[in-house]
């Protein structure tokens, strides 16, 4: 069966210039991914400073790259909340503006449990007819989805992938086995992709695709068709800069290095601040002997 969603897929940054969200720099952020082998684009997420976009911003931000996109890949809207009633809406406005999926953070701080995460996508899913992908990632939410309740929710039509971002190899295996071919496995964490891939995965949510989009394409492609030497040697290619670009909390490193290849400001919003100039010097860096930057 093939996958729904696959490939390397971007977790789009969101700029911002004035205090206001960047259109123009957005949309040539759209083209420069489609330029360089993206296969879906992930706006609104983590990366794209979601937590701090207004309603109005996120509805607009999806807008603005399902329109830029034209259909030439899917648009995977970050809909995610931890109020259930205000995840529908989010999803709801962006399948409104023609978003084909939505990702769905788990629900963070309430600390729900195992039956109260089924319950929240479930009503999700029924409510909004929306592709949905669940996102397990612990470190951000502070509960993590476990594996058995992931296989619960593969039972649902609406539940069609997981991005996998705890961090284990085991967690991720277990999900694997779990749920077969109901669930597609989406890596959340670059540094993994690989070993991810060799389990089954179909694809990743990308950071270092803002910054090196066909880089992680061609590693993405050559571990889809089985050639895991080209793509071991295309993925530690990017390791270093992988490393740099997580050396503070994401989005911070991302938002500096897109910045430096001049495709937007380096503004950020509080409570998140730029980067610092250590790990700015030692970013600049990798990014040149990535051959990224001049």
């Known amino acids: 069966m093939s996958a729904r969603f696959s490939g390397s897929m971007t977790a789009l940054i969101t700029p911002f210039k004035n205090g206001e969200v960047d259109e123009p720099a957005l949309e040539k952020l759209v083209e420069h991914q489609l330029d360089n082998g993206t296969s879906a684009l992930v706006p609104c997420g983590s990366t794209g400073e979601s937590a701090t976009l207004t309603h109005a911003e996120h509805e607009r931000v999806v807008e603005r790259v399902v329109a830029a996109a034209g259909g030439r890949v899917p648009v995977i809207a970050g809909t995610g909340s931890n109020s259930t009633a205000e995840a529908v809406q989010l999803t ?3 399948k409104k503006a023609g978003a084909d999926a939505a990702l769905l953070i788990s629900p963070y701080y309430n600390k729900p449990t195992q039956e109260g995460i089924y319950l929240h996508y479930r009503h999700i899913a029924e409510r909004t007819g929306m592709p949905l992908i669940v996102y397990n990632i612990p470190g951000r939410t502070g509960s993590k989805i476990d594996a058995t309740t992931l296989a619960r929710l593969a039972e649902l039509d609406g539940i069609v992938g997981l991005k996998e971002a705890t961090g284990s190899l085991d967690e991720a295996q ?3 086995r779990l749920c077969g071919d109901r669930l597609e496995i989406y890596s959340g964490d670059d540094s993994l992709t690989l070993p991810l891939m060799a389990i089954g995965a179909t694809g990743v949510i990308s950071v270092i695709s803002n910054v090196w989009p066909q880089q992680s394409a061609a590693s993405l492609s050559a571990a889809a068709s089985g050639d895991f030497v080209a793509a071991r040697e295309a993925h530690f290619k990017m390791l270093p800069l992988m490393r740099a670009l997580f050396s503070e909390t994401n989005p911070i490193p991302v938002k500096a290095a897109m910045a430096m290849l001049g ?8 409570p998140l601040l730029p980067m610092t100039e250590g790990n700015r010097a030692a970013l600049r860096d990798e990014l040149r002997a990535a051959g990224l930057l001049s």
């Open 263 to 270: 495709y937007c400001d380096d503004e950020l919003r509080l």
């Open 92 to 94: 709801l406005a962006a």
């Open 174 to 176: 277990e999900v694997a």
